[in-house]
């Protein structure tokens, strides 16, 4: 049950799905910052990133990196029309005020609390928490894209994360190789699923409890 890049492709595509028109969104490390390049046509969104970037545009050709532009994860990246820089202070007042519409980020584990842990695995090396507190904390809606199962074959979607949190009950939806899930207050929805994935493969891999509507969405 690899992630490779068509498949994380095909989650960025989906979570791209996921912003309106005027959106401030701010995209974590790994799969997420995909997203920027699968914007639909028609919609603009001002991306921030923590570094101090308001209208981040997607990852540069090769070949056409600027070395002194880049993401809050120090990857290159291209700007867009109206873009502007402040310091990383200013781009962390941001986020604590509240001004990001949609936060999209990487986890470790998630639960069907939408508790999330994406920033160390015990006795493992880690730069810091990094962003990830704050934007899980403020931002208006949190998104989480992530493998379903860890390497080990365990599922990823806890009944509670093992893990040490980086906030509790901040996620509202959960896009994986396999399906899309929304924390609701009566629990794990399952809204979508991956083909070729089955409702039944969903099931068997993740540890929390779904709610299974009779109408689901299958994405090819």
Known sequence: ???GKETRVRIAMRAAQE??????????????????????????????AENGILCAGGAP???????FLC???????????????????????MIRRGCIDI?????????EHGDLANWIVPGKRVAGIGGAMELAQKAKKVIVLMNHVNRQ?????????????????????????????????QGLLLK????????????????????IPENITYIQ
Not at 29 to 45: F, K, L, S
Not at 157 to 183: F, H, S, Y
Not at 192 to 211: F, G, S
Request: hydrophobic share 45%.
């Open 19 to 48: 912003l309106k028109d005027g959106m401030a969104v701010n995209l974590g490390i790994g799969i997420p910052t995909q997203v920027a390049d699968y914007v639909p046509e028609g919609i603009h969104v001002v991306f921030h």
């Open 71 to 93: 993401n809050a994860g120090g990857y290159p990246v291209t700007i867009t029309n109206g873009a502007s820089y402040c310091d990383s202070s200013i781009a962390f007042a």
């Open 153 to 185: 074959g365990e599922s990823k979607v806890k009944n509670q994360c093992d893990l040490p949190l980086t906030a509790r009950g901040c996620v509202k939806l959960i896009i994986t190789e396999m399906a899309v899930m929304e924390v609701t207050d």
């Open 61 to 67: 050709l090769p070949g056409e990196e600027d070395a």
């Open 1 to 3: 049950m690899g992630m």
């Open 103 to 111: 936060t999209i980020l990487g986890a470790l584990e998630v639960s």
């Open 192 to 211: 979508e699923i991956m083909l070729p994935y089955t409702i039944e493969d969903v099931v068997n891999h993740t540890e929390a409890a779904l709610i």
